[in-house]
Structures are given as structure tokens and as C-alpha cells.
């Protein structure tokens, strides 16, 4: 279970997505902070076979250093992917996956086998439908 958080620390306003792990009867539970300013939660979609979990947010976007940004307000419609880990010692934990680069994610949608996704990017009166694989790199 997720549920979508926004609290407030010292003045500032700060978002989480607080997970229940409902399998277990302690329900134990990770929140997965999210470091920029949220205007609007989306919504949280699970991978149906899996344990990823997907959180789309339209969030100021953040522009990085060296880098100029030309537009005012600058927004990013976009999503994070991570996973939840059952580890015998630590217990249950989330592993952040990664940051799809797209910024324009309108749709989002796991493929019923899992590792697999679709999203929907819209720009101006165009859309998109781009599909991505999350793939496990062996370490050397």
C-alpha cells in the first residue's frame, strides 16, 4: 500500500511516499522522500508480477549547476522508479532504480510481465507513446 504524503519541516514544505508492506502483520514501513518542490502528485503505479514501484509527479524542475535555464517556472511531468527488497537482515527497504529523463510523461502504464513500461509524453499538440526495459547490469 502507498500513500502520498506532504508535510511540513521548520517552514518547509516537504512530500514523501509513505509504503506499507500489508503481507506482513507489523506492517512495516519505508517512505521514499522526494528532494524537489511537488506541485502536483500524479500517482503511484505498482508493477503487477513485481516489486517496482512507479511515482509521477509534476515537480519544479531542477536545473543543475553549469547548466542555464531559459524558461520561467520550469516544470517537470516525470516519473521515479524504485523497488522494494524484503533483505533478511535489514527487512523491508526501497532501492532507487532511477529517474526517467523524459520531462513531458502525461500516461504511465507497467507492462503485466513486469521490468517493462509505457509512458505517454505529450508536447504541445503532439503525443508519444516511448516504451523502456529495466535491465540488471552484472558487476566485474
Not at 511540513?8 to 514544505?13: D, F, N, S
Not at 500517482?43 to 543543475?64: D, F, M, N
Not at 516519473?79 to 527487512?91: A, Q, S, W
Not at 532501492?95 to 521490468?115: M, N, Q, R, Y
Request: net charge neutral; no cysteine.
Amino acid at each position: 500500500m502507498a500513500v502520498m504524503n506532504e508535510y511540513k519541516e521548520k517552514k518547509t514544505v516537504k512530500y514523501s511516499v509513505e509504503l506499507f508492506d500489508t503481507k506482513k502483520q507489523s506492517f512495516p514501513h519505508q517512505q521514499i522522500l522526494i528532494n524537489r518542490e511537488v506541485i502536483r502528485f500524479n500517482s503511484v503505479y505498482w508493477e503487477p508480477q513485481g516489486t517496482k514501484i512507479a511515482i509521477h509527479t509534476l515537480a519544479k524542475r531542477i536545473v543543475e549547476s553549469g547548466k542555464k535555464d531559459y524558461t520561467l517556472d520550469a516544470q517537470r511531468n516525470g516519473v521515479d522508479i524504485y523497488e522494494m527488497i524484503d533483505d533478511p537482515i535489514k527487512g523491508f527497504i526501497t532501492k532507487t532504480i532511477g529517474f526517467l529523463p523524459s520531462e513531458k510523461v502525461t500516461g504511465f502504464s507497467w507492462s503485466g510481465a513486469g521490468d517493462v513500461f509505457a509512458v505517454i509524453e505529450s508536447e504541445s499538440s503532439k503525443n508519444s507513446i516511448n516504451f523502456y526495459m529495466i535491465s540488471i547490469e552484472q558487476q566485474q
